[in-house]
C-alpha cells in the first residue's frame, strides 16, 4: 500500500482509477466476485483508537475540511480491517456549512442548526453551493486515491429528506414533527427546499467523482419515518433528481435509509444500483420486494445487513449471523456485506476485524 506521506505529497494524476479486479465494485455492479466483499457504514473513525487520538482537539467539521486529517482517517480501517473498500470521512452536513448555512456539530446532540428554514423566505434565502467550496474535501479525494491501491473508494452525500429534517429542525429529532408539519401544510416550500437541497447534494457528489471516487452512496438516514405514500409523494422526485443526475458518471449509486423496509422497492425507483438494507429486514426479503419493482432488467443488489449491536454478544453469535446473512445475500444479483448501520463507538475493533475475515473466508 503507498504510504500515506508519499501520497500526500504526490496526487492522483488521473481522476478516477481502473479497478476491474475490486470485489466490491464487481458486486455493486450485480457479479460475483472471487469473494464476498465487505465495509463498514461509520468504519472512519467511531470504535478506532487511532481515530480518536488524531482527533483529539480538533472539532469534526474542521476536521472534515483538513485534506490530510481526511485521508488518513478514511486510511485507518482499511490498514487495520482490510475491508474492500474505503468511505471518504466526511458529514452529511459537510456541503450545507461550505455553502454558508450557520450549523455546527454538537458533541453528544449532532448538527444544530442557528436559524432553522420553515418559510418560503427562509427557503429561497438558502445559498447554493459551488464546487469550489468543497475543494478541501475533493483534495481528499485526490489524496486518496493514490493511497489506496487498489481499494476502492466511496464518496456520500446526505439525501435531500434527511438534510431538509435537520435544516427544519434545527437539530436531531425524535417524531420529525416540524418537517412534517411544513411537509404536509406548505407543499410548495417543502418541495422548494428539497429541490434546492437536490441540487446541493448533486454538487456536492459531482465533485468527489470529478477527484476519483469509485462509487458514491446517498444516506436518507430518516426516511423511515415516512409511510410509502409520503415517501413517493414528498421525497422521492428529489432522491431521484440525485441519483439520475449521477447517472452519466458511470459508477455504482448506493441509496441507504434506517427503518426503509416499506421503502425498498421506492428507494430502488430513485435510481439506486444497490440498495442499503438495516438489520430489520432480512436480505432475501428485501431481494424479493426489489425484484418486483417493474422496469429493471437485472436483478437487484443489496448491501447489509448485520445488526451492530450483534457484534457485542461473542464469537458464536458473530458467526452465526454472518453466515445468515451472507447466505440470504445468494438471493441478490449481487450483494456487498456491510452492517444495518453504523458502527457503534463502543465497539470492539477487534470484532470487526474478525467479521472481515470471516466474510472473505466464506464461500457462496
Known amino acids: 500500500m503507498t504510504d500515506i506521506n508519499t501520497a500526500v505529497r504526490s496526487p492522483a494524476k488521473s481522476a478516477r482509477r ?27 473513525g467511531r470504535s478506532l483508537p487511532e481515530y480518536r487520538a488524531l482527533r483529539a482537539g480538533t472539532k469534526m467539521l474542521a476536521a472534515c ?45 449532532g448538527p444544530v442548526v442557528a436559524s432553522p428554514i420553515r418559510s418560503a423566505e427562509a427557503v429561497a434565502a438558502l445559498p447554493t453551493l459551488d464546487a469550489e467550496q468543497v475543494e478541501p474535501v475533493a483534495q481528499a479525494v485526490r489524496l486518496l486515491t493514490s493511497a489506496l491501491g487498489d481499494t476502492a473508494l466511496i464518496g456520500f452525500a446526505g439525501a435531500p429528506f434527511t438534510l431538509a429534517s435537520y435544516l427544519v429542525e434545527g437539530g436531531p429529532s425524535r417524531n420529525h414533527e416540524r418537517t412534517k408539519a411544513l411537509m404536509y401544510s406548505d407543499p410548495a416550500t417543502w418541495h422548494a427546499l428539497l ?4 441540487d446541493i447534494a448533486m454538487t456536492f457528489l459531482r465533485a468527489q467523482l470529478a477527484a476519483g471516487v469509485d462509487a458514491v452512496q446517498l444516506f436518507d438516514s430518516w426516511a423511515g419515518a415516512l409511510s410509502l405514500k409520503d415517501y413517493r409523494e414528498f421525497v422521492l422526485p428529489h432522491s431521484s433528481k440525485v441519483l439520475s443526475g449521477l447517472a452519466d458518471a458511470g459508477v455504482p449509486r448506493i441509496h441507504f435509509g434506517v427503518g426503509t423496509g416499506h421503502l425498498l422497492g421506492a428507494m430502488r425507483e430513485a435510481g439506486a444500483d444497490v440498495v442499503g438494507v438495516d438489520w430489520r429486514t432480512p436480505l432475501d426479503t428485501a431481494v424479493s420486494r426489489l425484484a418486483a419493482v417493474p422496469g429493471f432488467e437485472s436483478g437487484p443488489v443489496v448491501q447489509g445487513n448485520l445488526d451492530p449491536a450483534a457484534l457485542f454478544a461473542g464469537d458464536e453469535v458473530v458467526r452465526r449471523e454472518v453466515a445468515r446473512i ?9 450483494h456487498v456485506f456491510n452492517l444495518g448501520h453504523g458502527v457503534l463507538p463502543e465497539t470492539d475493533p477487534d470484532v470487526l476485524t474478525k467479521v472481515v475475515d470471516l466474510v472473505h473466508g466464506s464461500t457462496r
Open 18 to 44: 481502473s479497478l476491474p479486479e475490486s470485489p466490491f465494485l464487481v458486486a455493486a455492479r450485480g457479479g460475483r466476485p472471487a469473494r464476498v466483499p465487505v465495509w463498514f457504514m461509520r468504519q472512519a
Open 195 to 198: 429541490d434546492r437541497l437536490a
Open 326 to 334: 451472507i447466505s440470504e445475500g445468494q438471493a441478490a444479483q449481487g
Open 65 to 109: 475540511f483538513d485534506p490530510d486529517l481526511v485521508c488518513e482517517i478514511t486510511m485507518q480501517p482499511v490498514r487495520r480491517h482490510g475491508v474492500d473498500a474505503a468511505i471518504l470521512f466526511s458529514d452529511i452536513v459537510v456541503p450545507l456549512v461550505a455553502a454558508g448555512v450557520d450549523l455546527d456539530i454538537v458533541a453528544g446532540t
